[in-house]
């Protein structure tokens, strides 16, 4: 079996790193853009890390408008402000949002061309304007993957630019900045990295040869993604809820920062499958975030893929010290109470979606075959519109 890890030159984690950004940013020139959103440019660590830069003489110039899920027009904005300030580096500081916006004007502003000209996996020519990538929410882990997420007006579905050289120079994950996060965000983002985590760990093991590992991005189920994502389940699994009821919780909060990156490492190269491909047309579809998505879909994916992947499942429950006769099913009950514990809709209908739209979902989802590869379940337009029917039903009782 192959294994293969990219990873930012140096990752930071823990309370105060945030400090260490003009230190690091130094090593990559003189000139930085510092990219955010209006809500994150308002709260203390963004001056703290100002300031940072400042100190140790760097110019910083700003671009604080990103819109979530990074439509197309404020790629070009951003972009646009790249060119008139000709940064050496860009540095990102807040969720996946933003974290991904920087990462396609890194490459826009390196290679030239459109965003449209790098959908796919590795159409990025060689090595592009170094980012240090400063998350504010604990869950996409996006600042240790090759992915930027992108949404296209012309596309019914987000569409994704991967490559090699995405992967930011730099990462600082620094809890303290997440204390600011509402439950909500704290949630959506914590049972996305959740989702990250258990799909990698349950995703199919593809007969790669090194060729593919260096020449694709996802490669499947490894030995090295492995211990990332059971790390992750040990960090998240105590710790999510516990965040999102008492954002004071600074062992909550550091546990659950320590796992989003953890669960993005094991998927920036295992790959997602099933309940982020479904995710894709549900939640541009119904405009609800990224984490919400997923995060509903998890338990139906798990159950329709017993028993196929019941030994992965029983080896994560054995991370969360779940007991009992069938473990695997255990796995999947503690997804489902977690889920209505944090706020995770547990059916379509609640949020909106209407019975006779599923199998049209399930078309457009269907075409995500670079995530659904991974998927060891039943794929088919058929398999992801059963799973559509049951998560619209509320019922997991229809996949067995
Ligand atoms: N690149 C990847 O590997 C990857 C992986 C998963 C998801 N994604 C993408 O990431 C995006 C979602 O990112 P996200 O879940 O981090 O949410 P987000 O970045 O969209 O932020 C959600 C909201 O929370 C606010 N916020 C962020 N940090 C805050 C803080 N510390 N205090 C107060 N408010 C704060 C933001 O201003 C925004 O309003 C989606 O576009 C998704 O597709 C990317
Ligand atoms: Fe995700």
Redesign the pocket.
């Known amino acids: 079996m192959i294994g293969t890890r990219r990873s930012p030159r140096q990752l930071l984690e823990g309370e105060g790193t945030i400090e260490a950004v003009g230190h690091l940013a130094r090593d990559l020139g003189h000139r930085a853009l510092l990219v955010s ?4 440019a308002e ?1 203390p ?1 963004f001056a703290t890390i100002v300031a940072a830069l400042e100190a140790s003489g760097l110019e910083v110039e700003r671009f604080v408008d ?1 819109v ?3 439509p197309l027009e404020v790629v070009d904005r951003c972009l646009a402000r790249a060119r008139e300030v000709d940064p050496e580096l860009i540095v990102a500081v ?7 916006l920087a ?1 396609v004007v890194a490459v826009l502003v390196t290679h030239g061309g459109d965003p449209r000209d790098y959908y796919g996996e590795n159409l990025v020519p060689g090595p592009v304007l170094p980012l240090i990538a400063i ?3 604990a ?4 600042e240790v ?5 992108l ?1 296209d007006p012309d596309r019914e579905l ?1 569409v994704g630019v991967s490559s090699v050289h995405m992967v930011p120079a730099f990462a600082i994950c620094d809890p303290e ?6 439950p909500s ?1 704290t949630a ?2 914590g049972i ?1 990295a959740v989702c ?1 985590a258990v799909e990698a760990y349950t995703a199919t093991t593809r007969d790669v040869g090194w060729r593919e590992a260096v020449e694709g991005v996802l490669i499947g189920k490894n030995d090295l993604a492995d211990q990332h994502a059971l790390r992750a389940m040990a960090a998240l699994g105590p710790n999510l809820a516990r965040a999102v009821e008492d954002g004071g919780d600074r062992e909550a909060r550091a546990a659950v920062m320590r796992g989003a990156t953890d669960a ?1 490492v094991a ?2 190269h295992a790959g997602t499958a099933a309940p982020h491909a479904l995710q894709y047309p549900i ?1 541009a579809g119904t405009k609800t ?3 919400l998505g997923v995060g509903l879909f998890l338990p139906y994916v798990l159950t329709a893929n017993r028993p196929i992947i019941d030994e992965q499942l029983a080896e994560l429950a054995a991370c969360l010290d779940l007991a009992g006769s069938d473990p695997a099913e255990a796995f999947v009950e503690w997804v489902v109470e977690l889920d209505a514990r944090i706020g995770v809709p547990a059916s379509l209908q609640e949020i909106g979606v209407a019975r006779d739209e599923l199998r049209h979902y399930a078309e457009l989802a269907s075409t995500v075959t670079r995530l659904l590869q991974n998927d060891p379940g039943d794929t088919s337009v058929e398999g992801l519109e059963r799973v559509l029917h049951a998560a619209w039903e509320g019922d997991r009782e229809l996949l067995r």
Do not use: E, M, R
């Open positions: 959103d209006p809500i994150i709260q660590g990103a979530s899920d990074v807040g969720g996946g949002t933003v974290i991904d990462k998350p504010t929410t869950g996409t882990g996006s993957t090759t992915v930027s997420v949404s987000k900045l997440t204390y600011s996060c509402p965000v959506f983002a996305d990250h993005g998927f920036g939640g975030p990224h984490g």
